[in-house]
C-alpha cells in the first residue's frame, strides 16, 4: 500500500510539488493565526474568594468570616485543595480544583455556596479576577514632571484603568501605589465637647442629610414632569453646611464641630521605582485561555491612545514589565531555530554526502514539517510556545528524507554515466519506506503517553507531545509523497560521484569490529551486560528534581522586614533595598512594593516588600557573567543591609509556588496545629534546622510574627451605668480612629468615600485614645478610659489554614543540590532535631517534590506503556516477536549515554529529560528497525549467513552516519531552549 502511493506521487511529482506549495502557504497562514505564548499556562483551575472587613483584626476574621466560608466551601464538587489567609481587615481563600473541572462551572459552585452564608453586616465576599498565574501580562508606572502624585492617582483611578478595563481579553488591572482621595470632615474635640456632641450626633447627621429621591410625576398641560429631591453631598462645602443640633437657638453645623477637606484614605502600602520613593503603577490581568499576543496588542493600542490623551496634562504611562518582549522572544527563537536548523542539516549533509542538491532536498523537509504542524496546531486551538517549538529534534524530521535522498544517491553513484530511470528510483524507494513509516509511527507512539500526564506536567508537555507529533506526520508525508520526485529531479542527470573519506573510514573499521563481535559472541554478551550494570548505576546516581529551571529574564525578590515596623521605616528600607540593586549594571529597573494597595486585596502587611527586578540583555553584562553567579553576587549584596530577609524568584514561578504549596518558594514545611505559638515555636526549630542543611539558601516563617495592638476591653458594667452602648464605641474605634466610610460624595462619573475622623494628635498614642469622649444616654461627655481598659498587647499578622485546620508554613529554598538528595536530608535532620506534641501537631513537607513524585510515578507507568506499545507495532510490522524483541532490545541500552550525559553536565533526571528520554527510545528503535528490515531483507536474497551478513552490515554504517545530522538537527532547538535555561 505505501508503496504505491510513493509510485504515484513520484509519477505526478509536479501536481505534488504543486499541492505541496499551496499546503505550505496554507502552513504561514496558519503561523499568523496561532495562539503564541511564551510559556503555556500551567496553573490548576483557581478561584479566590477575597473578603473585606474594615477594623476587623485577624482573629476576629478568621472567626467571624474565614471559618464560616471554608465550612461550606470545603464541600465543594471538584475540589482539590482549600487554604486561606486571615489578616487585618482581610480574609483570603484560596481553592485550587482536579483536573478536568471547568473555570466558569467552579466559580458557579462558589458563588452558589457563598450564598449559603451568614455573615457580619456590610460584609460581602466576591471572586478574585478570572486568571492564572502567567496571566499577568503587563505592568506600567503612571509618570510626570508636573503633576503630582495625588493628581496621577486620579487620572489612574478615572482615566486610565477604566479604559484598559474594556479592552478585550483583560480580566482586571489592579493598582498599587498613589493615594485614595476622600472627603473628610477632621473633627474638633475641643467644639464637640463644648457643643455636648458626640460622634454618632455626627454621623447620623450627615447620613440623614446626604440623599436623593424620586417621586411620581405630574402632568402640566401635555407635558409631564419627574419629581425629584435632590440632597446628596458633592463638594466639602456642602460637607460643612450640615447641621446637627440646635445650641441657644443657633444651628450647628458641621464645620463648627470639624473641618471639611480633601484628604486621602490611610496608605496601607507604597510603591517605589529606582530612585523614586512614591511612584504608581497598574498591572494588567489577562483573562484565562486568551491570546496573549492579541490582547497585548489591545493593550498597547489602548495605551498609545491614553498618551495621546494625557500627553496635554504633561502625564504619560510607561510599560516595563511587557509580556511581549518574552512572546516577541519566542517568535524570533523559533524562526532562528528553524533557519539556524535547516543552515546546519545542509551544512552536515553537503559535509557527509557531498551533494549540495540533496543536502536542500533533506533540508526543505524541516521548513514543510513545520508548516503541517502549523495546520494542525491551527485547526486544534493548541498555543505556540517556546517550549513546544523548542523540543522539535530536525535531526529526526529530517530523518526519513536523508534515507530516501541516500538510497537515491547510492543508485546514481553506481550508475554515474547513465540517467536515472523512474522505475529504478521506485526500486530503490520501496525497500526503505516500510522501515521509515513505522519508525515514525514509533516515535510518534513514544510521545502519544504523554497525553497521560497530570497537572502541571501535563499542561507543560501535553502541547509538546502534540507539537511534535504533527511534525512527524508532516515529515513523513513530506518523506513519502514529496522527497522522492524531489530527490529524482535534482539526481536524475549524471555527475560525477563523490567519495567522503572520513565515511568510507569510519565504514571499514566499523565492519571489521561488526565481524569480531560476530565471531566472538562473548564481547556482545559481556557488553551487553556492562552496559546494563551502567544504566542501573548511573540512574541511581544521578538527581532527581520535578522541572529544570526556567529562566525568564528577570528576577521577584520577597523581602521580610520587621514585624510591626512603622510606615516610615519600612519606606526608607525600601529605598535601601532598590539603591543597592540600581548599583548593579545588570539591572535595568527595581520596584518595590511595600504592604498592601488601597483596595486591601493583598494579604501583607508594611514588614514585607515585593520587589520585581528587571535585568538588562544577557549579552551586555560585564565579564560574560552568568546569571547564577549575578545572583549570589546580589543575595551577598542584599544580605548586607540591616534588617532584611530577602528571597530570591522570578515573577512567574514566584505566582505558581504561591497556588501550588501557599507560599513563594519551590518547597515548604507545614506545620499543624491550633495552637498559634505552639506551632511558631515548632517552625522557629525547624528553620533553625534547615539552615543547617548543605544547599539551603533561604528558609524563614511566611506568617508574620505577632504585631503589637492597642487594645481596648470594655467595662459592660461600667458602660451600662452611663447608658453607653458597645457600638457606640466601636463606631468611635472604627470610624473615628480609623477612618471607615460612611457613605458615598459623587461628583460627575467619580464616586469617593466620605469619613468623619479625629485628628492625628488625638489618636496618636494610647494616653490620647483614652482621651476620646464617648457621649452617654444623658448626653455627658465619658471618656473611653472610664468605660474600657486600654492594654498593649500582641495579636497575630495572618493566621493560615489549609483545608480548614491552621497551618503555620514556612518557605524553603535551595541551590547547587538536586532535589531528592536535598529533601531527604532535610527531612532526616528536622526529625532528629525538632521535638513536639505528635498527637496536637503535625508537620507536613509539601511543594514541588509532591509534583516530582507524582510525575515519577506517572512516567514510570508512561515509560512501560511506551515499551508495550512500541513491541505491538512492530510485532505488526514484522510479524515476528524474535524481531520485535531484538529491535525493542536497544531501548535500555540507548539510555545510557543520556545518563552519563547527565551527570558529566550535573543536570537532574526530571519531566524534561524524561520526556528527552522517550524521544531517545524512539530514535534508537528506529535504527534498528532500518537495520532489522535491511537484514532481513538481504537474507530472504541471500541465504548464506556469512553473505547475508555480509551484505547487512551495510546497513551498519547508515545508521552510524545517521548520528551527525540527527546532532546537528538537534542542536539548534537545544540553544535556544538554553537561551531561556529550560
Request: proline share 4%; aromatic share 6%; hydrophobic share 45%.
Amino acid at each position: 500500500m505505501i508503496e504505491r502511493i510513493v509510485e504515484f506521487c513520484l509519477k505526478h511529482r509536479y501536481g505534488v510539488i504543486l499541492a505541496t506549495a499551496i499546503l505550505f502557504a496554507f502552513g504561514v497562514y496558519s503561523w499568523t493565526q496561532l495562539k503564541i505564548e511564551a510559556y503555556p499556562e500551567i496553573g490548576d483551575v483557581t478561584v479566590i474568594v477575597t473578603t473585606k472587613a474594615i477594623g476587623l483584626a485577624a482573629e476576629e476574621v478568621e472567626q467571624q468570616i474565614t471559618v464560616p466560608l471554608e465550612r461550606v466551601l470545603a464541600s465543594t464538587p471538584g475540589l482539590l485543595t482549600i487554604r486561606s489567609t486571615s489578616t487585618f481587615a482581610l480574609s483570603l481563600i484560596t481553592m485550587v480544583f482536579k483536573d478536568g473541572v471547568e473555570d466558569y462551572w467552579a466559580r458557579q459552585r462558589v458563588l452558589e455556596r457563598i450564598a449559603q452564608v451568614s455573615l457580619p453586616a456590610n460584609i460581602q465576599p466576591a471572586l478574585g479576577p478570572l486568571t492564572g498565574p502567567t496571566g499577568e501580562i503587563l505592568r506600567y508606572t503612571l509618570e510626570s514632571d508636573a503633576k503630582n502624585i495625588e493628581d496621577l492617582s486620579e487620572i489612574q483611578r478615572w482615566i486610565v484603568i477604566p479604559a484598559l478595563n474594556q479592552v478585550a481579553g483583560v480580566a482586571s488591572v489592579a493598582n498599587f501605589g498613589g493615594v485614595t482621595r476622600q472627603f473628610q470632615l477632621q473633627l474638633d474635640p475641643v467644639a464637640m465637647q463644648r457643643y455636648g456632641l458626640g460622634l454618632t450626633d455626627v454621623t447620623n447627621s450627615i447620613v440623614a442629610n446626604s440623599a436623593s429621591a424620586g417621586g411620581s410625576r405630574i402632568t402640566r398641560g401635555e407635558q409631564s414632569y419627574v419629581i425629584r429631591s435632590i440632597g446628596l453631598v458633592r463638594t466639602k462645602e456642602d460637607l460643612g453646611n450640615i447641621v446637627i443640633a440646635e445650641h441657644g437657638g443657633v444651628p450647628v453645623l458641621t464645620k463648627d464641630v470639624g473641618t471639611p477637606r480633601y484628604s486621602a484614605q490611610e496608605r496601607e502600602g507604597m510603591l517605589g521605582k529606582d530612585y523614586n520613593s512614591n511612584a504608581i503603577q497598574g498591572v494588567v490581568q489577562m483573562l484565562k485561555g486568551e491570546n496573549a499576543t492579541v490582547v497585548l496588542k489591545a493593550v498597547h493600542d489602548r495605551i498609545d491612545e491614553l498618551n495621546l490623551q494625557l500627553a496635554r496634562q504633561e502625564v504619560r504611562i510607561v510599560p516595563y514589565m511587557d509580556r511581549n518582549e518574552l512572546v516577541q522572544l519566542t517568535v524570533s527563537k523559533v524562526a532562528h531555530t528553524v533557519t539556524e536548523g535547516i543552515v546546519l542539516v545542509v551544512v552536515v549533509l553537503m559535509l557527509f554526502l557531498g551533494s549540495p542538491r540533496s543536502s536542500l532536498v533533506v533540508a526543505a523537509t524541516i521548513p514543510l514539517s513545520l508548516a503541517f504542524a502549523f495546520i494542525l496546531m491551527n485547526l486544534t486551538r493548541l498555543p505556540a510556545n517556546l517550549l513546544s517549538l523548542g523540543s522539535i529534534d530536525f535531526g529526526i524530521i529530517v530523518d526519513g528524507a536523508i534515507i530516501v535522498t541516500e538510497s537515491i544517491l547510492r543508485l546514481r553513484e553506481h550508475n554515474p554515466d547513465r540517467e536515472l530511470r523512474v522505475v529504478d528510483v521506485q526500486f530503490v524507494v520501496g525497500q526503505v519506506v516500510r522501515p521509515i513509516f513505522f519508525a515514525t509511527v514509533i516515535i510518534i507512539a513514544s510521545y502519544v503517553p504523554l497525553l497521560g500526564l497530570e497537572r502541571v506536567e501535563a499542561r507543560l508537555f501535553a502541547p509538546v507531545a502534540y507539537t511534535i507529533a504533527y511534525a512527524l506526520i508532516g515529515a513523513l508525508l513530506c518523506t513519502l509523497l514529496l522527497v522522492p520526485g524531489l530527490a529524482y529531479m535534482a539526481l536524475r542527470y549524471p555527475s560525477k560521484p563523490f567519495h567522503n573519506r572520513v565515511l568510507e573510514w569510519m565504514e571499514r573499521r566499523y565492519k571489521e569490529l561488526l565481524f569480531q563481535c560476530i565471531q566472538r559472541p562473548s564481547i556482545i554478551y559481556v557488553t551487553t551486560a556492562l552496559a546494563v550494570w551502567g544504566v542501573v548505576m548511573a540512574g541511581s546516581a544521578v538527581g532527581r528534581d520535578f522541572l529544570p529551571n526556567l529562566d525568564e529574564g528577570s528576577l521577584w525578590l520577597q523581602v521580610q522586614m520587621p514585624s510591626g515596623i512603622s510606615f516610615e521605616k519600612a519606606s526608607d528600607m525600601a529605598s535601601d533595598l532598590r539603591h543597592a540593586v540600581m548599583e548593579f549594571p545588570e539591572v535595568s529597573y527595581v520596584i518595590t512594593q511595600i504592604g498592601r494597595n488601597d483596595d486591601r486585596t493583598d494579604p501583607w502587611t508594611t514588614s514585607h516588600i515585593e520587589a520585581p527586578v528587571g535585568l538588562n540583555p544577557y549579552d551586555s553584562w560585564p565579564d560574560r557573567e552568568t546569571k547564577e553567579q549575578f545572583i549570589a553576587k546580589l543575595t551577598k549584596r542584599l544580605s548586607q543591609i540591616p534588617g532584611m530577609d530577602v528571597g530570591v524568584s522570578q515573577p512567574i514561578i514566584d505566582n505558581v509556588n504561591d497556588l501550588v504549596s501557599g507560599a513563594h518558594s519551590a518547597m515548604v514545611v507545614k506545620v499543624f496545629g491550633e495552637d498559634l505559638k505552639e506551632t511558631r515555636r515548632i517552625g522557629n526549630e525547624i528553620v533553625a534546622a534547615l539552615k543547617t542543611v548543605p544547599g539551603t539558601t533561604q528558609t524563614s516563617i511566611v506568617q508574620e510574627p505577632p504585631i503589637p495592638q492597642i487594645a481596648f476591653h470594655i467595662d459592660r458594667a461600667a458602660a451600662a451605668r452611663y447608658g453607653i452602648n458597645v457600638a457606640d464605641v466601636s463606631n468611635m474605634i472604627q470610624i473615628g480612629v480609623g477612618g471607615a466610610s460612611i457613605g458615598q460624595i459623587y461628583v460627575n462619573d467619580r464616586s469617593y468615600d466620605m469619613t468623619v475622623r479625629f485628628p492625628l494628635q488625638s489618636r496618636n498614642s494610647p494616653e490620647e485614645l483614652s482621651d476620646l469622649l464617648v457621649k452617654s444616654s444623658s448626653g455627658a461627655q465619658i471618656p473611653l478610659s472610664a468605660i474600657s481598659k486600654i492594654t498593649l498587647q500582641n495579636g497575630e499578622s495572618a493566621i493560615s489554614h489549609e483545608k480548614t485546620k491552621r497551618v503555620l508554613t514556612i518557605r524553603l529554598d535551595y541551590a547547587d543540590r538536586d532535589l531528592s538528595s536535598y529533601l531527604a536530608e532535610a527531612q532526616k535532620i528536622v526529625a532528629d532535631t525538632v521535638s513536639y506534641d505528635k498527637q496536637a501537631n503535625s508537620v507536613v513537607w509539601s511543594g514541588k517534590f509532591e509534583n516530582q513524585q507524582r510525575a515519577q510515578a506517572r512516567l514510570t507507568i508512561i515509560i512501560g506503556v511506551v515499551l508495550l506499545l512500541m513491541l505491538l507495532i512492530l510485532y505488526i510490522g514484522f510479524a515476528k516477536l524474535r524481531n520485535a524483541l531484538l529491535i525493542l532490545g536497544v531501548v535500555p541500552l540507548s539510555a545510557l549515554g543520556g545518563l552519563i550525559l547527565l551527570i558529566m553536565t550535573r543536570e537532574t533526571l526530571n519531566v524534561a529529560t524524561g520526556v528527552g528520554f522517550l524521544a531517545l527510545f524512539g530514535v534508537a528503535v528506529q535504527n534498528g528497525i532500518i537495520m532489522v528490515s535491511h537484514l532481513n531483507r538481504v537474507t530472504a536474497v541471500h541465504v548464506a549467513s556469512a553473505r547475508a551478513r555480509r551484505l547487512g552490515a551495510r546497513a551498519g554504517p547508515g545508521c552510524l552516519n545517521s548520528a551527525p545530522w540527527k546532532l546537528s538537527g538537534f542542536l539548534p532547538g537545544y540553544s535556544e531552549c538554553g537561551a531561556l535555561r529550560f
